[in-house]
């Protein structure tokens, strides 16, 4: 059973069509949210930690939220180097570990 | 600040034999965590170590092992190689626990032919 489900699996914009991505997830007791991005061939690069319902978290042209059972990640605007596979991660109370999703791959097309 | 770092960036390796990567974390960091990413895939979790003791431990066989040195450095071990361990492994290094933001390395590609 996947724990945590990101959608869409691949997204194509143009530059400067806004959208967002979903993870969403069905465990209990969540500790953290976690949205990576990554280029090919290259680890996870970090960009926000959430909480706690409610939550909200922003930087340049991204912005996550957190729901009771999943998280969106806004891209208002992109442009071309936006272009990477986003993760979202949790770690719960009985799950002792990290637990990825298997990622949403965005293209931004200029 | 250097980031986490691991080495070496690439590997290829024939099935059955061992292989040893390396992984220092950011300063200051006290835990590190191991992932195997293979293509198209999340990252999955196979150990997190922190003060030098095994604090988690994901679904991999007892072929894979790990440990920390006093310096926060870790290394993972990989014994009798298959094809399927072919991969990306990332080493990620926290604070202290896991709910800490978990910054992660540029990772070691391993191929096994």
């Known amino acids: 059973e996947d724990q945590v489900t990101q959608s869409p699996e691949a997204l194509r914009l143009q530059e400067g069509e806004s959208s967002s991505l979903n993870c969403s997830y069905t465990?209990?007791?969540?500790?953290?949210l976690f949205w990576y991005r990554q280029d090919p061939g290259k680890g996870p690069e970090f960009l926000f930690t959430?909480?706690?319902a409610g939550e909200e978290k922003e930087k340049e042209r991204l912005k996550a939220t957190l729901t009771k059972k999943e998280s969106f990640l806004h891209i208002t605007a992109p442009k071309p180097e936006d272009s990477a596979t986003y993760l979202c991660?949790?770690?719960?109370?009985?799950?002792?570990?990290?637990?990825f999703g298997q990622g949403t791959e965005l293209s931004v097309k200029p | 600040d250097a980031g986490v770092t691991q080495s070496p960036t690439h590997l290829i390796k024939t099935r059955g034999q061992q292989v040893t990567l390396r992984c220092s974390p950011i300063?200051?960091?006290?835990?590190v965590s191991w992932y195997q990413q293979v293509l198209g895939q999340g990252p999955q979790f196979i150990f997190q170590?922190?003060?030098?003791?095994?604090?988690g431990r994901g679904n991999f066989p007892d072929r894979f092992s790990a440990r920390q040195f006093p310096n926060y450095s870790s290394e993972l071990n990989v014994n009798a190689l298959l094809l399927g361990d072919s991969a990306l492994y990332l080493c990620?290094?926290?604070?202290?626990?896991?709910?800490?933001?978990?910054?992660f390395g540029p990772g070691t590609r391993l191929t096994v032919l």
């Open positions: 170590y922190y003060e030098k003791e095994e604090r």
């Open positions: 959430l909480y706690s």
């Open positions: 465990v209990s007791g969540l500790r953290g």
């Open positions: 300063s200051g960091h006290k835990s």
């Open positions: 991660a949790i770690y719960y109370n009985q799950g002792g570990k990290l637990i």
């Open positions: 990620a290094s926290s604070l202290v626990t896991l709910t800490d933001t978990q910054y």
